[in-house]
């Protein structure tokens, strides 16, 4: 079997890494948080645009980590899975990084999320089981280890080993598609054996501070936890508690003039790249 395309966690050289996170099916936003990369004096781009506007991998020394709820809420969720889907095919292997967010994990574990109408728990037995093979394959994982920063949608305060709970949610996805994924005493049992990961918090809406790594949320991380990039909590700017930075920022800033952005980490620096108002992109050391 080939390389999973998530897999590869040594490169060569030093990567840039770019962040983006919590799209929420909102595609056009998430092309121009992506495009603006390669619009700073900074950077590289981390992808390019054909003719008909459809994104492709620049095929530059980058890492993209795109941090968890990819879809929810928009309108585009289908078109936003497929961008990721094409920039893993086109990209080296390990170069597009897809981690599991609570709206993922609603796909894990529909029984447990109670949702009735979100694109995650709408899925066609075909496409959920699809999904989960993705997830059992590596193409969709918990977490990265970049520079100073660990990565993952919603983070923790207690240190943890990427590859422990990439290796537990692969574990978990490959145990609902030999069982009955659909069984509700199996979604649950998943839920506490990988309670770090797939936990969902008993208060504050499942985001309390008992909550895995796709669901605490940022007011429960401490700023002397492990240094992280984190999502899942809205924020019109890129946002630093101590060591944790939160650069969940497409969502709150969709339709208005916060501007879309993402982070970039090289090894000297974590950078703010956000679309102003004007259309114009401005960096900021975070």
């Known amino acids: 079997m080939s390389t999973p395309p998530a897999t590869v966690d040594a490169f060569d050289g030093a990567p840039t890494v770019v ?3 919590d799209v929420h099916g909102y595609l056009a936003d998430a092309r121009r ?7 700073t004096d900074a950077f590289d781009p981390v992808v390019t645009a054909d003719d008909d506007g459809t994104l492709h991998w620049a095929d530059n020394d980058h890492v993209l980590v795109v941090n968890g709820d990819l879809i929810d809420r928009g309108p585009a969720n289908a078109e936003c899975l497929a961008l990721v889907r094409r920039l893993q095919r086109e990209a080296p292997p390990g170069r597009v990084r897809y981690h599991i967010g609570n709206h993922e994990l ?3 574990l529909p029984a447990l999320v109670g949702w009735r109408t979100e694109y995650s728990v709408s899925l066609s037995p075909e496409e959920r089981r699809a999904f989960l093979e993705r997830v059992a394959d590596g193409a969709v994982t918990a977490a990265f280890d970049g520079y100073d920063y660990t990565y993952s949608h919603a983070g923790r305060n207690d240190p943890f080993d990427v590859g422990d709970v990439n290796d537990a949610l692969r574990d978990a996805a490959s145990e609902l598609l030999a069982r009955d994924g659909g069984d509700e005493r199996v979604q ?3 839920a506490s054996q990988h309670a770090a990961i797939l ?3 008993d208060s504050h809406g499942g985001r309390g501070p008992d909550a895995g790594l796709c669901w605490m949320d940022f007011a429960h991380l401490d700023a002397s936890a492990p240094p992280q ?4 909590t809205k924020h019109a700017r890129a946002t630093r508690n101590g060591n944790v930075v939160c650069g969940n920022v497409i969502r709150m800033n969709h339709g208005s003039p916060g501007g879309e952005g993402v982070l970039v980490e090289t ?4 950078t703010a790249v956000r679309r102003t108002p004007s259309g114009d992109v401005a960096t900021t050391t975070v």
């Not at 948080?33 to 619009?39: M, N």
């Not at 990039?229 to 899942?232: K, S, T």
Request: zero cysteines; aromatic letters at 0%; proline letters at 0%.
């Open 19 to 21: 962040h983006v996170s």
């Open 33 to 39: 948080a992506l495009r603006a990369v390669g619009e």
């Open 106 to 108: 609603a796909v894990l």
């Open 188 to 190: 649950r049992r998943l």
């Open 199 to 201: 936990g969902i918090g």
């Open 229 to 232: 990039v984190v999502g899942h």
């Open 267 to 270: 090894r000297d620096d974590l």
